[in-house]
């Protein structure tokens, strides 16, 4: 029998997923930026050697997470394209979620999902965990390499930046923050004052309520203030 969740409910039930895992551990979210409490339960059972598969697909790994991810010898990486389904599940059960394995929505969201647990309800566990093996298979399985970490103030230099609604990399530009897809999205509305309340910083890529108006941190801003003239 399948259980309803809250916010508080799904991450905690997160939480006994990945703890509870003894032979598996499915992860399958969009966006992925790992929080330091689920780092340490997944550095915990990498230790245990236990298989474990993480999938997403919206935007690139920032260089902290890459790094991280490439200390574990027990996980493997893949991105699916068009991925929209969030969904964890270990050998035991199964939650369907609206929650991204992302540390800001475990923190600003308000999250609804629903568990399956194999012991009440073989079935329905056995057709999420088929579901998943399937986004797996059609998955591009990815090698994470150790990448540089750019201070922030030199990150003007290397003409990279984030798009301030998806997070992927684009060219630095702060009067056009926006992939070409996000930009014609936002175009539809042509609202400079329009804030993105769960996007990212132009500059740093970290979660941020930016704007086209204001597309970075406060931060990133006082650290390259000659690039935002008219901010």
């Not at 929209?84 to 609804?112: G, V």
């Not at 998943?132 to 103030?153: F, G, N």
């Amino acid at each position: 029998m399948a259980k309803f969740l809250d916010t508080t409910g799904v991450s905690n039930e997160l939480a006994q997923i990945i703890k509870g895992a003894k032979e598996k551990l499915i992860l399958i979210s969009p966006y992925l930026q790992i929080s330091d409490r689920f780092k340490e339960m997944l550095e915990d059972q990498d230790r245990m050697k236990l298989d474990i598969r993480i999938i997403y697909g919206k935007s690139e790994l920032q260089p902290q997470e890459s790094n991280w991810l490439k200390s574990l010898k027990s996980v493997r990486t893949s991105i699916c394209k068009n991925l929209h389904a969030k969904c964890y599940l270990n050998e035991k059960e199964a939650l369907i979620s609206s929650m991204n394995f992302y540390e800001f929505s475990q923190m600003n969201n308000n999250e609804m999902g629903i568990v399956v647990y194999k012991s009440e309800d073989a079935q329905l566990y056995s057709d999420v965990n088929e579901e998943a093996r399937r986004l797996i298979r059609i998955s591009e399985e990815i090698k994470v390499t150790v990448e540089k970490v750019i201070p922030k103030e030199e990150l003007s230099k290397n003409g990279e930046g984030h798009c301030i609604h998806c997070g992927i990399n684009i060219k630095m530009d702060p009067e056009h923050p926006y992939c070409l897809a996000d930009y014609q999205k936002w175009k539809k509305l042509e609202d400079k004052a329009y804030v993105e309340k769960t996007g990212f910083c132009h500059i740093c890529g970290k979660p941020h309520t930016s704007s086209m108006e204001k597309p970075v941190c406060m931060d990133c801003y006082k650290k390259n203030k000659k690039l935002f003239k008219n901010f």
